[in-house]
């Protein structure tokens, strides 16, 4: 099946610096890739929706100047967490939606820890 | 709005034990139903879906059937295995057979012991 792969896996960053997470589809095309958060012990709420070229649309609550999103090719998204605090410390996770089966294809998750 | 509700977990069964895994939701319109399941230190893989009422959708031995008149898309498994060890997630999505936007529940972690 397809694959999605997210980098870094985890990452522990001081209170105040930025860190990018990168997001990409290995072995086919994303028009549109969906960026998640994820509690422990909740559910994944979606943060932003991306389309390729164009400018992210944000989910209600979600600080567009704080999470950056830039889907810049068919098979790289990222999301930089801007100024980070010890409460942007979750679980992030990427999708892919293929083109071809409008499926869409889940990464690994990347754990950030705000110290 | 749209939202989905599934029995908190941890659920704790021996192997071969049946499997049943409550999921309801609250959706205007005709949804699609997916049942997702993450295995540890992976990404959510699509289990199985079902697009339209009464549509039941399987797949490595685990079903769920959609019924729109209990709002219900239960997912159940007649024999576990230690290797279905996962969390698994119910979502639903409004943009028919496509998956724009889902909404997921909190995910039930299963775990099956020898």
């Known amino acids: 099946g397809a694959v999605v792969s997210q980098h870094p896996s985890w990452v522990i960053c001081k209170s105040g610096t930025s860190v990018k997470i990168e997001c990409r589809s290995l072995?086919?095309?994303?028009?549109?890739m969906f960026w998640y958060r994820q509690f422990p012990k909740q559910s994944l709420m979606l943060m932003a929706t991306s389309n390729e070229g164009s400018k992210a649309t944000y989910e209600q609550g979600v600080e567009k100047d704080k999470f950056l999103i830039n889907h810049a090719s068919l098979t790289l998204s990222t999301l930089t967490v801007t100024s980070a605090h010890p409460e942007d410390s979750s679980f992030y996770i990427c999708s892919a939606r293929d083109s071809l089966y409008n499926e869409q294809f889940f990464g690994p998750g990347t754990r950030l820890t705000v110290l | 709005g749209n939202s989905v509700t599934q029995m908190e977990g941890p659920v704790t069964l021996s192997e071969e034990a049946f499997l049943t895994i409550n999921c309801t939701y609250t959706?205007?319109?005709?949804?699609?139903l997916f049942w997702y399941v993450q295995y540890p230190g992976e990404g959510l893989q699509l289990l199985l879906k079902?697009?339209?009422?009464?549509d039941k959708g399987s797949n490595k031995g685990f079903e769920a059937t959609y019924r729109k008149e209990t709002t219900s898309f239960h997912l159940e498994k007649g024999s576990v295995q230690v290797s279905d060890s996962a969390v698994y997630f119910c979502a639903l999505s409004d943009y028919g057979g496509s998956q724009g936007n889902l909404i997921f529940g909190k995910g039930t972690k299963l775990s099956v012991k020898p």
């Open positions: 959706a205007t319109g005709y949804p699609s």
């Open positions: 079902a697009t339209k009422a009464d």
């Open positions: 072995d086919f095309q994303a028009t549109t």
